[in-house]
């Protein structure tokens, strides 16, 4: 499909090549970060200033063994204590903090851990975002699903027994308007008890007309709370608009959404910060939106192509757990999701502790859900994925995997009147 929007560095003009290479290297070529382009709506909200007071002035350093002690004593963990469970100085009590998370998770989810899939329609995307594989300047092949062809990819999903699917695009207005997205969603409503999506941020009522159409959910990656991080990740589409993509959650939940969730992608800056925002603006849309559904996913970065351009920090497992577990001390009540870039063993052993989510059945790429599904060959018509997953358990050998550890699968409880 040939697309005028899209740009590839192997068929760029050399006027357009000297363009990317300014975007680059020459900062006063792109446009700032921080304020709004056309279109873009702007709501009047405390929340980031609130997140960002405590973030900067957070010292994880400072933190020592007598603060976690005290923190995994109190009943109620409160910022400062989960300040300190973030902390290096809280490395030495994991195993500690695993019990008391395990405890929290037993006592407000049960036995249960959550499953669903992933499904991508769309792999175009109009932003320069550095270290994501479906970005602009990347040569992958591009690929949107019709409706017809959306709807066969939903079948198969629907016909293994899935119930929740979360719908995803890249971040292209112009080759996946909100209409067509909505038009998804209304055929997901069809084949599935619960519709998530995963796109570029939108207004409020478009936000509403989703919901509208069947969404019940919307989930959005911050990347890295670092405003100043951040300005250097996206270079150039409206992705890079910091603030508008921070209230997003809040302008969802101002449309009428069920849930929203939250995430920072660990690795790209201080992973020990971006965690305490993550949880922050959790914390502080809790209470100011009491009645919707909060959850967090946990991604750390994978290979991606051109993975070179970035240098990302490093996350091991032991800094992934201790995150997760703080998160669940901090917030008992939140859905945690850790998604197939971790591996089968870390995912089996964490749903033991803190996470209530994990995907089954993933397929980041586009269009090869029934490959994947049914063992059909591939037709050679299909999108490139986004990034390499470490997990690629069906969802039968999931479902079968998560009873044998102990606990309840579960795939949808809701009930709708």
Same mark, same amino acid.
């Given at each position: 499909?040939?697309?005028?929007? &899209?740009?590839?560095?192997?068929?760029?003009?050399?006027?357009?090549?000297?363009?990317?290479?300014?975007?680059?290297?020459?900062?006063?070529?792109?446009?700032?970060?921080?304020?709004?382009?056309?279109?873009?709506?702007?709501?009047?909200?405390?929340?980031?200033?609130?997140?960002?007071?405590?973030?900067?002035? %957070?010292?994880?350093?400072? %933190?020592?063994?007598?603060?976690?002690?005290?923190?995994?004593?109190?009943?109620?963990?409160?910022?400062?204590?989960?300040?300190?469970?973030?902390?290096?100085?809280? /490395?030495?009590?994991?195993?500690?903090?695993?019990?008391?998370?395990?405890?929290?998770?037993?006592?407000? *989810?049960?036995?249960?851990?959550?499953? *669903?899939?992933?499904?991508?329609?769309?792999?175009?995307? /109009?932003?320069?975002?550095?270290?994501?594989? &479906?970005?602009?300047?990347?040569?992958?092949?591009?690929?949107?699903?019709?409706?017809?062809?959306?709807?066969?990819?939903?079948?198969?999903?629907?016909?293994?027994?899935?119930?929740?699917?979360?719908?995803?695009?890249?971040?292209?207005?112009?080759?996946?308007?909100?209409?067509?997205?909505?038009?998804?969603?209304?055929?997901?409503?069809?084949?599935?008890?619960?519709?998530?999506?995963?796109?570029?941020?939108?207004?409020?009522? /478009?936000?509403?007309?989703?919901?509208?159409?069947?969404?019940?959910?919307?989930?959005? *990656?911050?990347?890295?709370?670092?405003?100043?991080?951040?300005?250097?990740?996206?270079?150039?589409?409206?992705?890079?608009?910091?603030?508008?993509?921070?209230?997003?959650?809040?302008?969802?939940?101002?449309?009428?959404?069920?849930?929203?969730?939250?995430?920072?992608?660990?690795?790209?800056?201080?992973?020990?910060?971006?965690?305490?925002?993550?949880?922050?603006?959790? %914390?502080?849309?809790?209470?100011?939106?009491?009645?919707?559904?909060?959850?967090?996913?946990?991604?750390?970065?994978?290979?991606?192509?051109?993975?070179?351009?970035?240098?990302?920090?490093?996350?091991?497992?032991?800094?992934?757990?201790?995150?997760?577990?703080?998160?669940?001390? *901090?917030?008992?009540?939140?859905?945690?999701?850790?998604?197939?870039?971790?591996?089968?063993?870390?995912?089996?052993?964490?749903?033991?502790?803190?996470?209530?989510?994990?995907?089954?059945?993933?397929?980041?790429?586009?269009?090869?859900?029934?490959?994947?599904?049914?063992?059909?060959?591939?037709?050679?018509?299909?999108?490139? /994925?986004?990034?390499?997953?470490?997990?690629?358990?069906?969802?039968?050998?999931?479902?079968?995997?998560?009873?044998?550890?102990?606990?309840?699968?579960?795939?949808?409880?809701?009930?709708?009147?």
């Amino acid at each position: 499909m040939e697309n005028k929007f &899209f740009v590839d560095s192997e068929h760029l003009s050399e006027a357009a090549l000297e363009k990317k290479h300014r975007i680059e290297t020459d900062p006063s070529c792109r446009k700032n970060h921080m304020e709004y382009m056309p279109g873009m709506e702007q709501i009047d909200s405390d929340i980031c200033d609130k997140v960002m007071s405590q973030m900067n002035s %957070y010292d994880y350093s400072a %933190y020592t063994a007598k603060d976690v002690k005290a923190a995994l004593e109190h009943d109620r963990c409160s910022i400062e204590d989960f300040k300190a469970l973030l902390s290096p100085a809280a /490395e030495p009590f994991l195993e500690q903090m695993a019990q008391k998370a395990s405890i929290e998770t037993r006592k407000h *989810f049960g036995n249960t851990v959550y499953l *669903f899939t992933p499904l991508y329609i769309a792999n175009y995307c /109009e932003n320069y975002c550095v270290y994501c594989g &479906f970005n602009c300047y990347n040569h992958i092949n591009r690929m949107k699903l019709e409706p017809e062809q959306i709807e066969h990819e939903m079948k198969i999903i629907a016909e293994s027994g899935m119930e929740e699917i979360l719908i995803l695009t890249g971040e292209s207005r112009s080759m996946s308007d909100v209409k067509y997205i909505g038009e998804a969603c209304k055929m997901a409503r069809k084949h599935f008890r619960m519709v998530g999506l995963e796109i570029y941020p939108v207004n409020t009522d /478009e936000y509403r007309y989703l919901h509208e159409c069947g969404a019940d959910y919307v989930t959005v *990656f911050q990347e890295t709370y670092d405003s100043d991080k951040y300005e250097t990740l996206h270079l150039m589409g409206h992705k890079r608009v910091w603030p508008y993509r921070f209230n997003a959650q809040e302008r969802a939940l101002m449309g009428g959404m069920r849930g929203v969730a939250f995430s920072a992608l660990l690795g790209l800056s201080d992973f020990r910060k971006d965690a305490l925002a993550t949880a922050l603006h959790v %914390y502080y849309l809790q209470r100011k939106y009491p009645h919707a559904e909060m959850s967090l996913s946990c991604p750390r970065l994978r290979p991606i192509i051109n993975n070179d351009k970035i240098n990302p920090l490093d996350v091991g497992e032991k800094q992934l757990c201790q995150v997760i577990c703080a998160y669940r001390i *901090f917030l008992p009540f939140a859905g945690i999701t850790v998604s197939s870039r971790e591996s089968e063993s870390f995912r089996n052993g964490i749903v033991k502790i803190a996470a209530t989510k994990v995907s089954a059945g993933v397929s980041t790429g586009i269009g090869d859900h029934e490959s994947k599904y049914s063992g059909k060959e591939l037709d050679g018509n299909q999108g490139d /994925e986004q990034f390499e997953i470490d997990d690629s358990r069906s969802f039968d050998k999931m479902y079968s995997d998560m009873s044998e550890e102990g606990l309840q699968p579960v795939l949808n409880d809701y009930l709708y009147v």
